[in-house]
Nanobody
């Protein structure tokens, strides 16, 4: 089963940018759809962006035009570029993986804190 480790995140002022990276190991990531999720204090975890093996992407409405997800299948990585950050983007961001033919995410990273100050 795949293991995921995130890096990046931190504190930034509104309007700034951050980049999150996630490295996968233990399994061929070509078998997985990869995604980024976030959880704000007191709220449910929500799906931010996903990317298939062949590069098809999904972005939630509130980040469309500001965030971009990308993957490098040779380096086993998936990145989330976050621009024009808003305070409501604050939360813990998690990298996740699911098999191509499944809807259930079966692997998660440890999480990366993103804090956007007004």
């Amino acid at each position: 089963q795949v293991q995921l480790v995130e890096s990046g995140g931190g504190l930034v002022q509104a309007g700034g940018s951050l980049r999150l990276s996630c490295v996968a190991s233990g399994s061929d990531i070509l078998d997985y759809v990869l995604g980024w999720f976030r959880q704000a204090p007191g709220k449910e975890r929500e799906m931010v962006a996903t990317i298939t093996t062949y590069g098809a992407t999904y972005l939630m409405d509130s980040v469309t035009g500001r965030f971009a997800i990308s993957r490098d299948n040779d380096k086993n990585t998936v990145d989330l570029q976050m621009n024009s950050l808003k305070p409501e983007d604050t939360g813990i961001y998690y990298c996740g993986a699911r098999y191509i033919d499944s809807s259930q995410y079966l692997a998660w990273g440890q999480g990366a804190q993103v804090t956007v100050s007004p």
